[in-house]
């Protein structure tokens, strides 16, 4: 389920900049190499390569059911991504960035990390793998000599002070750089699944040493040759790592001082999101308590599943799933405030309007809908620029709360009984543009729910077109109120959003 989050909230953030009429390249992948793959793969009876295989498959799978729309799907065990790392460390090592020494240490095969004696509990686990004891190692091992890049990486986290995000993140990082930082081992001599040194066949290449290099990879258009050079030429720097908190140090510390080394540029911003529970309790295959993403999907739907992971957890914090809280956040926003507000205003406009969307040329300045509408593109793309899905849910449904509150209040049922046709037409005219527009500026999250409203509002925008998107339906136009026009005969409402059960175990 951490993936999924991880993906989902990559797909949003690509959404929303596609949305806004920018090239966007998304990128996601698997790394593939390492012992605790090749250790697995021996558990599973299965070849290293076919048990990849399967985990990419069963990931490709779900992206599709969770709607996902990835440009690349990068494999670390392509040859392709071969070339780049044999290229990337042949250009540190002739920068004297490499050296073999003796390594001794623990190490946790889950994390793929050497751990400090303090950083692992009485019992020689680390935290995060509390039923794997770390190990102890004495080998020899080519070294990176990050301990060179201390001051380089100071300064760049001085410099670019959103270079990590959260905040709290940031903090944690600084406080381990502070410390003083140490060489890392960059080879392993008894983990056959990997990449071999260029410089000596008897190592192969630390999972993590390759696996970042993943990013660039899968910059290489398909018909291009495997250098350096091409994967670099068109999008790099990348702007943005999405990344969970596990493995922030390798992006945020490792990642920058390896194409320091290399003399490359560096991405703009590696953002961590936080882990996830379930009833309050750390997820974990031996309480038997995880999440199955698929079980999730196939039951309630993709858009339901998006929405709750966006709306419900603030982004870069820990979160958690409670599926009562799941049926009832579902429930209360897209079956009722967003789901019946669409429904009885169409019906309305069907019984008092002849179904045709009323043409309304001016509304007045101080309209409360326009009032809340007219900026809420601007708040929405702050919040989405940002990170915060949250607020952009927040934002949103303020108006379609709004919209709730001014309808009953304005009862326009008695207005057309008192034959005040105009004020019914301009009540359910302004009723119906801020649920457009809400279904506009949510279909990053809820693209299928947007599809549907602009399709019963007799608007034909298909969100799940990627960039066409945006030149159907452009955003400087979409995504204010009061700029689109409709004027469609509108057939019978449909509900978007069917109301959910509370799961069993758990009602009572
Ligand atoms: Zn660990």
Redesign the pocket.
């Known amino acids: 389920m951490g993936s999924a989050y991880t993906t989902m909230v990559a797909d949003v953030i690509a959404r929303f900049k596609r949305l806004q009429g920018s090239s966007v390249l998304f990128i996601t992948g698997t790394d593939e190499h390492g012992q605790k793959i090749q250790r697995t793969a021996v558990e599973r009876s299965l070849d290293p390569q076919e048990h990849c295989d399967q985990v990419v498959a069963s990931f490709e799978d779900l992206w599709q059911k969770l709607n996902i729309q990835y440009d690349r799907f990068s494999r670390t065990t392509s040859q392709r991504h071969a070339a780049i790392v044999k290229e990337f460390f042949q250009r540190v090592y002739d920068n004297d960035d490499i050296y073999l020494a003796q390594q001794q240490g623990w190490y946790?095969v889950?994390?793929e990390?050497f751990k400090e004696k303090r950083e692992l509990r009485e019992d020689a686990c680390?935290p995060?793998?509390p039923n794997?004891k770390a190990e102890w190692r004495d080998e020899e091992n080519y070294f990176f000599r990050l301990s060179k890049y201390q001051e380089a990486l100071e300064t760049l986290y001085e410099e670019h002070c959103d270079f990590i995000e959260p905040e709290t993140r940031r903090n944690e990082i600084l406080k381990f750089v502070n410390q003083g930082l140490q060489d890392f081992s960059v080879s392993r001599v008894n983990v056959g699944w990997g990449f071999p040194v260029p410089v000596d066949v008897n190592h192969t290449i630390y999972v993590w040493f390759d696996a970042l290099l993943g990013y660039v990879t899968a910059l290489l258009d398909s018909d291009q040759e495997p250098t350096l050079e091409n994967a670099l030429s068109k999008w790099w720097p990348i702007n943005l790592h999405l990344i969970g908190k596990d493995i922030l140090r390798f992006h945020a510390v490792y990642w920058p001082a390896m194409l320091m080394s290399a003399k490359l540029p560096l991405p703009k911003k590696i953002f961590s999101h936080g882990f996830l529970t379930k009833n309050g309790q750390k997820m974990s295959k031996s309480l038997g308590n995880t999440l199955n993403p698929f079980d999730l999907v196939n039951r309630y739907g993709s858009d339901a599943v998006r929405y709750y992971f966006l709306k419900e957890i603030e982004c870069g914090r820990d979160g958690d799933f409670n599926e009562t809280r799941f049926v009832n956040v579902l429930n209360a926003d897209l079956a009722n405030d967003l789901g019946n507000l669409l429904n009885r205003t169409l019906g309305m406009t069907i019984k008092y309007c002849k179904g045709v969307i009323p043409r309304v040329a001016n509304f007045p300045l101080d309209h409360p809908l326009k009032t809340t509408g007219q900026d809420l593109g601007l708040r929405v793309t702050q919040a989405y620029e940002t990170i915060k899905f949250d607020q952009v849910c927040e934002e949103i449904f303020n108006l379609i709360r709004a919209s709730n509150k001014f309808i009953d209040e304005q009862a326009p049922w008695s207005l057309f009984k008192q034959g005040k046709q105009a004020e019914v037409e301009t009540i359910l005219a302004a009723v119906l543009e801020s649920v457009r527009l809400s279904a506009y500026l949510l279909s990053p999250i809820i693209p299928n729910l947007s599809n549907n409203i602009y399709q019963q509002l007799g608007l034909s925008v298909d969100f799940n077109e990627g960039d066409h998107v945006h030149q159907n339906a452009p955003f400087t136009q979409h995504s204010r109120w009061g700029k689109i026009e409709v004027s469609q005969t509108l057939t019978k409402p449909q509900p978007i959003f069917v109301r959910l059960n509370l799961p069993e175990e758990e009602s009572t």
Do not use: M, N
Request: aromatic residues 0%; neutral net charge; hydrophobic residues 10%.
């Open positions: 946790c889950p994390c990390e680390c995060l793998h794997k």
